[in-house]
């Protein structure tokens, strides 16, 4: 872990954006992995040396030029509610919690835009605004993120007669 490379990471997402406790760092380099004996052995000592969680794109972009000007790993990461060790750095480097770019960018009908940190639950409250509603229901929907959602699988309530979240949502 390097100073220099913190005080980028600060200078691009701001230093109330980087995560500087080890026990958070910790706790956002981890899903719900343990669920598995394998994963569990296998994971457990894994963590990142920075976690930083932008409010904006633009710092987003700016943190990732870091990460790649260092040749850092980058994880990135929604809820963690995963359990297969997706929201996990193998090999340390750069965890990117996406929970700030949480806006609904679109609503139309039959189909939304939001930022990957927005959480399924409070889509769903804001799409019932518009008469509409989602139609795939994972076990995670309160906590879990749409971005996390989609790149984890996709799965749950209604994606057998809906399909999966990327085909139909409304």
């Known amino acids: 872990m390097s100073e220099v490379v913190r005080m980028k990471l600060v200078e691009a997402v701001g230093?109330?954006?980087?995560?500087m406790e080890t026990e958070a760092i910790a706790k956002l380099s981890k899903d719900y992995y343990w669920?598995?004996?394998?994963?569990?052995?296998?994971?457990?000592k894994k963590q990142a040396d920075y976690v930083i969680i932008p409010e904006s794109v633009e710092s987003l972009k700016k943190a990732l030029q870091?990460?790649?000007d260092e040749k850092l790993p980058v994880t990135v990461r929604g809820a963690g509610t995963g359990n297969y060790g997706q929201a996990i750095p193998m090999t340390g480097g750069?965890?990117?919690?996406?929970?700030?770019?949480?806006?609904?960018?679109?609503?139309g009908e039959g189909f939304t835009r939001v930022q990957a940190g927005m959480r399924m639950r409070d889509l769903e409250k804001q799409i019932e605004a518009t008469n509409q509603e989602l139609t795939?229901?994972?076990?995670t929907f309160v906590k879990a993120t749409i971005g996390g959602f989609v790149s984890g699988g996709?799965?749950?309530v209604g994606s057998v007669t809906w399909g999966t979240f990327g085909t139909t949502m409304f």
């Not at 230093?15 to 995560?19: F, H």
């Not at 669920?35 to 457990?44: C, G, Q, T």
């Not at 750069?94 to 609503?107: F, H, P, Y």
Request: aromatic share 6%.
């Open 35 to 44: 669920y598995s004996p394998v994963l569990e052995k296998e994971l457990s």
């Open 154 to 156: 996709s799965g749950g």
């Open 136 to 139: 795939i229901y994972p076990s």
């Open 66 to 68: 870091v990460a790649v």
């Open 15 to 19: 230093s109330q954006n980087v995560v």
């Open 94 to 107: 750069v965890v990117v919690d996406l929970s700030k770019l949480n806006k609904v960018l679109e609503v």
